[in-house]
């Protein structure tokens, strides 16, 4: 087994085994994720782009993998902490084993290290960046000088380098089962539609369970550029707006928030997850700011203003909206329990409304799902009125 190293720019080392692509060093921002499943689906999630992720759950990699569960067209994350990575899976839909996944996929990986103590300092001392190295012939000093010259998370445009090159169509849908519904029975409270509508979602790093929930809602789904101008957007004539999750600095995606601007304008329902709703955020005039260490799990209490209902969701973000920098025709609609940041945005003249957390994902709760039958019900009163 290959030696490999966890060193952080303060100079911490942490010693395991290489279990990813061999003879590689990469830095990023170190988090941490407390999903006890999904290693695939954070693995291949666009929004994780540039970090170093460490899983709290000791056991990884039990099930094996399958390209089925890609959230993309590859492995996004720079770099994969684990306590324990499982070598031979047991799963009959796994094709591979974790690290066969990760050596195909070029990610550097690291195991047999303490991830509790990891999960503290970056509790403490807030998200830092590190790096992964397998490289025997560089110092603990050098790697730490390594991860001192990474990029900062903070003003850093990484959707630019995830979203896709050029437009494209999506059709396949979600399975019923993510709705709690047995196959061929209706959705209870969904509207339908004489025709189907046209919905553009705006990629900044967008999940494919995204796209097969608005699919199952009963749109078309075209998929355009994060950088795509309002004008082209609009001339599409689309019946709603997508705006996707995705990484980086939201306050750095300065294109998509020209665009997002000019669209709120018009009356068109309009729907954001995650970076998403941090860009409708900027795009309405609020501020966002970094948090400690984000919220990245399966498991976050969210509770809806307007009626006082809890859910839980799972969570992938570094930043939040300030509430307080909301302009006056804009509210908050959700918070989040643990530390009551801004978890949720709404119109109140409009039809535009976006949530901080990740509703498609459905961790085991499926709470949230009814966002995607709201924006639906949008679509078809605009429609209608």
Same mark, same amino acid.
């Given at each position: ?41 954070? +693995? ?23 390209? /089925?569960?890609? =959230? ?11 306590? &324990? ?32 103590? /990891? ?13 992964? !190295? ?8 050098? @790697? ?13 445009? +990484?959707? !630019?380098?995830?979203?896709? $090159? ?5 059709? =396949? ?39 097969? @929930? ?19 957007? +609009? ?11 995705? *990484? ?24 954001? /997850? ?5 860009? +409708? ?32 969701? !799972?969570? &992938? ?18 918070? &989040? ?5 801004? $978890? ?14 990740? *509703? ?26």
């Amino acid at each position: 087994m290959v030696a490999a190293r966890l060193v952080f720019a303060d100079g911490t080392v942490f010693h395991g085994r290489s279990v990813g692509a061999p003879g590689k060093t990469v830095g990023g921002e170190a988090v941490f994720n407390t999903g006890m499943t999904g290693y695939q689906e954070v +693995l291949s999630d666009p929004s994780y782009c540039g970090q170093i992720v460490t899983l709290t759950y000791p056991e990884v990699g039990n099930y094996g993998c399958t390209d /089925i569960d890609l =959230e993309s067209d590859r492995a996004q994350v720079a770099g994969f902490v684990m306590r &324990n990575c499982c070598h031979e899976p047991s799963n009959f839909r796994a094709t591979e084993s974790l690290p066969e996944f990760l050596k195909r996929q070029g990610i550097v990986a690291i195991d047999g290290v303490d991830t509790r103590a /990891i999960t503290r300092k970056l509790r403490v001392s807030g998200a830092m960046n590190a790096v992964i !190295s397998s490289d025997e012939a560089a110092s603990d000093a050098q @790697l730490a000088d390594a991860a001192r010259t990474t990029p900062s998370m903070s003003g850093l445009d +990484l959707a !630019s380098r995830v979203t896709c $090159a050029k437009p494209y169509t999506w059709t =396949e849908p979600s399975s019923p089962a993510q709705f709690g519904q047995p196959v061929g029975s209706p959705l209870p409270g969904w509207p339908t539609f004489a025709k189907r509508p046209h919905v553009v979602a705006i990629d900044c790093g967008v999940k494919r369970n995204i796209l097969r @929930l608005l699919v199952s809602c009963g749109f078309d789904v075209t998929v355009v550029p994060a950088a795509t101008p309002a004008a082209d957007i +609009l001339g599409r004539k689309p019946d709603g707006i997508f705006l996707s999750n995705g *990484p980086g600095d939201p306050a750095a995606t300065t294109a998509t928030i020209a665009t997002v601007k000019d669209l709120i304008r018009t009356d068109l329902p309009l729907f954001g /997850i995650c970076l998403g709703h941090q860009i +409708l955020g900027l795009s309405y005039g609020a501020t966002t700011y970094k948090l400690k260490f984000g919220h990245r799990g399966a498991n976050h209490p969210i509770q809806r203003m307007a009626d006082g209902v809890v859910e839980i969701a !799972s969570h &992938n973000h570094g930043f939040a909206v300030d509430p307080a920098s909301l302009p006056a025709d804009v509210r908050q609609s959700h918070v &989040n329990l643990n530390d009551r940041t801004c $978890a949720g945005i709404e119109h109140t003249k409009k039809r535009q409304f976006s949530v901080q957390y990740h *509703p498609e994902a459905a961790p085991g709760p499926a709470d949230p799902l009814y966002l995607f039958r709201q924006f639906a019900q949008h679509i078809a009163g605009s429609k209608a009125g």
